[in-house]
């Protein structure tokens, strides 16, 4: 047996475990979820839904169009490559990782103070504390999860069941709110109004920042990478967004049956909790609360965690990683405490700071699997995802670009 043929049973030896089996690409597949459905996927919905009425379907169409062209893509790569979007940077040039890592992470501080803001208004709706008092309990749990290393697997374990419990409710919020079905299909094609912000914001919201990069690379630590696992990278970065865009039109038919009825939420400081109340009562509203703060700590940790190994060196210690996190944590906090804007305005400028990100690290992506074949191992990239995924970067450029005036607007108040 040659040395070659040697190396690649010893490869595949080591591979064969992780790649076999669905649960831990399934992991991935739920990261990306979770961290797409967080208190700003929660509060955007429910803003624009109550703003634009049933022609909102539409934003959510083309957002999720957008959100699997995106995927496919940085999938393909990183999972043909087997290497992180910051490895591939630095490697296309140096220093590059490093200053796209710093802009996913600039992106996942402004998040990651719109999530605490979540955790606030989900504190808020759940045991009717203060916004700014939830939030900071919130942000001191997080901190508490890097500090307790244990508390991780049962953290994981609670995601799970709030997830479910979401889903149900959420379901169920929509079966007893009645929305109107036909007019809600109507306009998913052909809608009354549009809003390039609405657009921005949900494909920042959802693929945009640290949450592009989440998913692709848990399932670099699974061993299911190199071309002869496309077909399931492929699979599995559809399904992610499908999941997100699932739970996107069931809380907008949800939100939509509430307004539909007459009922003004415009005014209200915490909008989605008042829609749930009116849809399901008491009882609606408490779980509501349950839902958004669980979404919102699991955002905080994961934005932190994601957004610090951009910032780390991968032989960093877990105690170096920890610091850093805690320290993202804390600096997170700070400005959320001391910006004084309001938690619904922080979580959707957040999502449309995300959205202008994503062109950077999408436009790294697609160079890597058009020019740079070497860091493929030698797999030719598909010329219809190229062109799917080109035009689907230059039409996050040109949101991002109609967005920005709008973007002003809602950080002055407008």
């Given amino acids: 047996m040659s040395s070659h043929d040697s190396t690649a049973e010893n490869t595949a030896a080591v591979r064969t475990p992780k790649a076999t089996g669905s649960g831990t690409l399934l992991g991935a597949i739920f990261l990306m979820a979770t961290s797409a459905i967080g208190p700003g996927f929660i509060t955007q919905t429910t803003n624009f839904t109550i703003t634009m009425g049933a022609a909102f379907a539409a934003a959510i169409l083309i957002s999720i169009l957008v959100d699997i062209a995106v995927q496919l893509n940085v999938w393909r790569v990183i999972g043909v490559s087997a290497k992180r979007s910051n490895t591939l940077g630095n490697e296309v040039l140096p220093g590059l990782g490093w200053a796209i890592g710093g802009m996913v992470a600039l992106g996942g501080l402004v998040f990651n103070v719109g999530n605490i803001a979540g955790g606030g208004l989900g504190l808020n709706a759940l045991f009717g504390l203060d916004a700014k008092i939830g939030g900071l309990i919130t942000a001191a749990i997080a901190i508490g999860v890097f500090l307790w290393k244990a508390a991780g697997k049962a953290l994981d374990t609670l995601v799970i069941v709030l997830g479910f419990i979401m889903i149900i409710l959420m379901i169920y919020v929509t079966a007893v709110s009645s929305p109107p079905y036909g007019e809600a ?230």
């Fill in 185 to 414: 299909l109507k306009q998913t094609v052909i809608p009354d109004q549009w809003s390039f912000v609405a657009v921005t914001t949900l494909i920042g919201g959802t693929v945009g920042g640290y949450i592009t990069y989440s998913g692709a690379h848990r399932m670099i630590d699974t061993g299911i990478t190199g071309p002869e696992n496309i077909s399931r990278i492929s699979r599995s970065s559809i399904v992610s967004i499908l999941v997100t865009g699932v739970m996107r039109f069931l809380l907008f038919l949800a939100i939509l049956g509430v307004v539909s009825t007459g009922v003004d939420l415009t005014n209200e400081e915490n909008q989605a909790a008042s829609a749930f109340q009116h849809a399901a009562g008491t009882l609606g509203l408490r779980l509501f609360g349950m839902i958004l703060w669980g979404a919102a700590i699991t955002s905080v940790v994961g934005a932190a965690f994601t957004s610090v190994s951009f910032l780390t060196k991968q032989g960093a210690s877990v105690w170096t990683r920890n610091i850093v996190t805690v320290a993202f944590i804390v600096v997170s906090s700070i400005v959320f405490t001391f910006l004084g804007k309001a938690p619904t305005t922080l979580l959707i400028i957040a999502g449309s700071v995300n959205g202008l990100i994503l062109p950077v690290g999408f436009a790294l992506i697609l160079w890597v699997g058009w020019r740079r074949r070497d860091l493929m191992n030698g797999y030719v990239y598909p010329v219809w995802l190229l062109v799917i995924g080109t035009v689907t970067w230059l039409l996050t450029i040109y949101l991002g670009w109609q967005a920005l005036g709008g973007i002003a607007k809602l950080w002055q108040g407008g």
